[in-house]
T-cell receptor
Framework: KAGVTQTPRYLIKTRGQQVTLSCSPI?????VSWYQQTPGQGLQFLFE???????NKGNFPGRFSGRQFSNSRSEMNVSTLELGDSALYLC????????????FGPGTRLLVL | GENVEQHPSTLSVQEGDSAVIKCTYS??????FPWYKQELGKRPQLIID?????GEKKDQRIAVTLNKTAKHFSLHITETQPEDSAVYFC????????????FGTGTLLAVQP
């Protein structure tokens, strides 16, 4: 099976812009979680989707949003970008909803100037 | 609240020696504990996980032990090799029916040839 894929892999934006990142889970996986990774804060949970519904959300401002489509692909959006949003954004897919093994994608590295 | 502490933050060993990384968690209801290895510029990769119905799990040179009473779990790598050099993250589930993971702050393992 193909692994988790994310696009784009690299992105450079300026403050105030918005960005949309995409994640395609492993075939048959219905759960997608998103994480932000920075040197200072480590790996932090953003949100989780299952069957097109957001099931859980981390402590991030409302500028961070996401959605999941009927084919389980997921997107996350960050509006009004700030310098501090520069990070590696990772998505992970799982088969089911609870305490399942998560497999990570390669990430999207976002640089905000 | 949910919290995972990981020690040490850096670990340097000679090739062939053993390495041990320790984590503690706060939620006594946690029952799934994965370990991820992240090489520079790459995605976190699951190397081993343990569920709370067992106290130890081994996979070749890697083992994980779990002490539910003390709420801590450890990663043991024996006969370390230079390719084991990476950042290792422990994790525990967020509360409730979710795939959300709370990650430790990571351990940078350097295996000196």
């Amino acid at each position: 099976k193909a692994g988790v894929t994310q696009t784009p892999r690299y992105l450079i934006k300026t403050r105030g812009q918005q960005v949309t990142l995409s994640c395609s889970p492993i075939s048959g996986h219905r759960s997608v979680s998103w994480y932000q990774q920075t040197p200072g804060q480590g790996l932090q949970f953003l949100f989780e989707y299952f069957s097109e519904t957001q099931r859980n959300k981390g402590n991030f401002p409302g500028r961070f949003s996401g959605r999941q489509f009927s084919n389980s692909r997921s997107e996350m959006n960050v509006s009004t970008l700030e310098l501090g949003d520069s990070a590696l954004y990772l998505c992970a897919s799982s088969i089911g909803l609870s305490r399942e093994t998560q497999y990570f994608g390669p990430g999207t590295r976002l640089l905000v100037l | 609240g949910e919290n995972v502490e990981q020690h040490p933050s850096t670990l340097s060993v000679q090739e062939g020696d053993s390495a041990v990384i320790k984590c503690t968690y706060s939620d006594s209801a946690s029952n799934y504990f994965p370990w991820y290895k992240q090489e520079l510029g790459k995605r976190p990769q699951l190397i081993i996980d343990i569920r709370s119905n067992v106290g130890e799990k081994k996979d070749q040179r890697i083992a994980v032990t779990l002490n539910k009473t003390a709420k801590h779990f450890s990663l043991h790598i024996t006969e370390t090799q230079p390719e084991d050099s990476a950042v290792y993250f422990c994790a525990a589930p967020g509360g409730g029916a979710t795939n959300k993971l709370i990650f430790g702050t990571g351990t940078l393992l350097a295996v000196q040839p």
